[in-house]
């Protein structure tokens, strides 16, 4: 069974650091690329970020470029999101969700989510 | 960037009835379309791709439409499991955006 497991979650004062992690299992990892999509309490869905099967490129909303660093491990299964300079319209619910085929293809699977706070 | 608009935002209908939602983008897509629904305090679930293709296991009164710009969600009978938002999305390339969200409830 296809799993993905999001963890690092929290409260983080304004400007302060955090990172995500997700953690997958059930498929074959390395062969899929991978995003970021979160979901402000309340609000729709936004892409965040997404990272090719290999790492040799990624990808960023504007909302977010220049302050979030999606990366992987493909020995350890892990998607990761560094994220630097928190705001407060950051707060929301982070899901990682894998591809169902190559980059060009829709979400196939999500995980439970993280929820992100930032507030002093 | 392209820009995906749904439309309603959010609609109210009975049991039985015909649902349709329309997607519309900024730009051309081909049908790198996907249509997801969200139910309340649950994960988004893939239910169309490629515009019209149903994922595995998803209902047959679902069907999806469209190519280029234009697309549609259709909901052949609504039933009272079919109460959640859904949400089109561009795929093709990053940024791979999300449409806004129609909510769906029953009358």
């Known amino acids: 069974e296809v799993q993905l497991l999001e963890s690092g979650g929290g409260l983080v004062q304004p400007g302060g650091s955090l990172t995500l992690s997700c953690a997958a299992s059930?498929?074959?990892?390395?062969?899929?690329?991978m995003n970021w999509v979160r979901q402000a309490p309340g609000k729709g869905l936004e892409w965040v970020s997404g990272i090719s099967a290999s790492a040799g490129s990624t990808f960023y909303a504007d909302s977010v470029k220049g302050r979030f660093t999606i990366s992987r491990d493909n020995f350890k299964d892990t998607l990761f999101l560094q994220m630097n300079s928190l705001r407060a319209e950051d707060t929301a619910l982070y899901y990682c969700?894998?591809?169902?085929?190559?980059?060009?293809?829709?979400?196939?699977?999500w995980g439970q989510g993280t929820l992100v706070t930032v507030s002093s | 960037d392209i820009q995906m608009t749904q439309s309603p935002s959010s609609l109210s209908a009975s049991v039985g009835d015909k649902v349709t939602i329309t997607c519309r983008a900024s730009q051309d897509i081909s049908n790198y379309l996907a249509w997801y629904q969200q139910k309340s305090g649950k994960v988004p679930e893939l239910l169309i791709y490629a515009a019209s293709t149903l994922q595995s296991g998803v209902p047959s009164r679902f069907s999806g439409s469209g190519s280029g710009t234009d697309f549609t969600l259709t909901i052949s009978s609504l039933q009272p499991e079919d109460v959640a938002t859904y949400y089109c999305?561009?795929?093709?390339?990053?940024?791979?955006?999300f449409g806004g969200g129609t909510k769906v409830e029953i009358k």
């Open positions: 999305q561009k795929y093709n390339s990053a940024p791979r955006t």
């Open positions: 059930g498929f074959t990892f390395r062969s899929y690329a």
């Open positions: 969700a894998k591809h169902n085929g190559g980059s060009a293809s829709p979400f196939d699977c």
